[in-house]
């Protein structure tokens, strides 16, 4: 398959499917990708993008709520493409991909706005299950990679670690004590419902709190917020 495809059939007898666009310039990722998401009821591939460069185009003609976004492409990589994408109003949700588990580019995707991770050889039901959860709203990424992550990219800065972790501390001060009990616990990896128990409130209070924060400090998701409080070196 050359360039990107895409199905505008209206989906029927069922809610509506949670839209997934595959960037990716191997073919045989892209073929893989799709045959997991396509048999499963609740997902739909509504497209196919070969590089960074097509990904504009694929978007506004599928319309996709998650973009399962590769790092490493050869005209335009998947760090610009998601720096562009989640730069637009309303933008999909992205995923990266990337054959590794600490990359500089990961993390970098990750501040830029993207949803999570996922490696090239995750098992097909851990795909689907990051899928639903970031098309939820929720975040696919454990605290143990950030960490990881993190330490990996900030090994060699100390400069840039002081920086970060000012303008983080700054951020974060003009929250309150409960909301920042809130973010502190989404830099943990903790799931709404776990913050609802550790902190006694419902979890539709918990979401209420995770969109004040993101409006607050101005962030696109709760892994950006994470990766904030990591920044801040309380978590």
């Known amino acids: 398959m050359t360039g990107w495809e895409h199905d505008t059939g209206a989906e029927q007898a069922r809610p509506e499917p949670v839209r997934v666009l595959i960037v990716d310039d191997d073919a ?34 599928c319309a996709p709520d998650v973009v399962l976004m590769d790092i490493r492409m050869p005209r335009v990589d998947g760090l ?32 830029a706005g993207a949803a999570g991770f996922l490696l090239k050889d995750t098992p097909p039901a851990e795909i689907v299950r990051a899928v639903r959860r970031v098309a939820g709203g929720e975040a696919t990424l454990s605290p143990t990679v950030t960490r990881q992550l993190i330490r990996h990219v900030t090994a060699s800065g100390a400069a840039g670690v002081d920086s970060r972790r000012e303008r983080a501390l700054r951020m974060l001060a003009g929250l309150s004590e409960r909301e920042r009990e809130v973010a502190v616990a989404l830099g943990q990896g903790r799931t709404n419902a776990e913050i609802s128990a550790e902190l006694f409130m419902s979890v539709a209070t918990v979401k209420a709190y995770v969109s004040r924060l993101l409006a607050k400090l101005d962030l696109n998701n709760r892994v950006q917020v994470a990766i904030l409080v990591h920044d801040a070196g309380l978590a």
């Open 28 to 61: 045989l990722v892209r073929a893989g990708l799709s045959m997991i998401l396509g048999g499963v009821p609740d997902l739909r591939v509504v497209g196919e993008a070969a590089d960074g460069d097509q990904v504009p185009a694929a978007v506004a003609a």
């Open 80 to 111: 610009a493409a998601t720096e562009a994408l989640r730069a637009q109003p309303r933008p999909p949700e992205v995923l990266v991909l990337t054959t590794f588990d600490a990359d500089d580019q990961v993390l970098r995707a990750l501040r």
